[in-house]
């Protein structure tokens, strides 16, 4: 019976997926982004509990793909028309639907990450799920925006929502080397840099709530960048 709770745990990321769709087009961005959030969890424990009793295999990753694609990129990418449809008043028309380039482009990193063997200690580009928690934090954080809604609203603005749409495109299918968060141990040694960013992530949750997770990101990247180049040095 434990056997088949990775494969279902990966369905019900996708079964997120296509409700939140469906309430994505139907103007509740609220919840939809809460699925992706409920959809983060299942796509990050399904794996975990696939190595727990021994089932990892080739059917797992590409059933999880196939999900991931539809949570993690075509509903944020509905989420993302319906903003910027409600950011310009609805005089985009047209222009709205280059929020559908995360889909694209997020298809094209699944893709890729399910047969490119380097991608096993670290990730190259920034992983799909990373961007749709971005894009699930912009209706939360409106919804709740506080004494940070300043930075809300910038976030919620049609440049910025523009300019992450090429950015975060970009960014997936890039060959930027990421942390992949997979600890051959747990103690401090060795993992600083982790262990920092974890607790830099919490603090900044704390502070701005849902409007942090779009810095949590860059700080993840930027932390990144600097990780590698220091690698880089010490080879040299």
């Known amino acids: 019976m434990l056997k088949h709770l990775p494969n279902t745990m990966t369905c019900g990321n996708l079964l997120c997926g296509c409700i939140g769709i469906l309430l994505a087009t139907e103007g509740d961005l609220i919840t939809a982004s809460w699925l992706i959030i409920l959809a983060g969890v299942l796509d990050f424990g399904d794996g975990l509990v696939a190595r727990m009793v021994g ?68 990730f190259l580009g920034v992983p799909i799920p990373a961007n749709a928690l971005v894009v699930a934090s912009l209706p939360l954080m409106a919804a709740g925006a506080g004494t940070v809604k300043p930075l809300t609203d910038f976030f919620l603005s049609v440049p910025f929502l523009f300019g992450y749409i090429v950015v975060m495109s970009g960014l997936m299918v890039s060959e930027l080397p990421l942390m992949a968060f997979k600890f051959k141990s747990y103690g401090w040694q ?27 990101i860059l700080l993840y990247i ?8 220091r690698q880089i040095q010490q080879v040299k």
Not at 61 to 74: R, Y
């Open 190 to 216: 060795g993992n600083q840099i982790k262990y920092g960013f974890l607790i830099a992530a919490v603090v900044l949750f704390g502070v701005l709530q849902f409007a942090a997770i779009p810095l949590i």
């Open 55 to 122: 089932v990892s295999g080739p059917f797992g990753k590409e059933l999880d793909s196939l999900a991931d694609v539809v949570t993690f990129g075509v509903l944020p990418s509905f989420i993302l028309l319906e903003l910027l449809r409600s950011a310009s008043g609805n005089s985009l028309n047209e222009l709205s639907y280059a929020a559908f380039a995360i889909a694209i482009f997020g298809a094209l990193r699944l893709a890729r990450f399910n047969i490119d063997t380097r991608q096993t200690d670290q």
């Open 222 to 229: 930027l932390l990144s960048v600097l990780t590698n180049e």
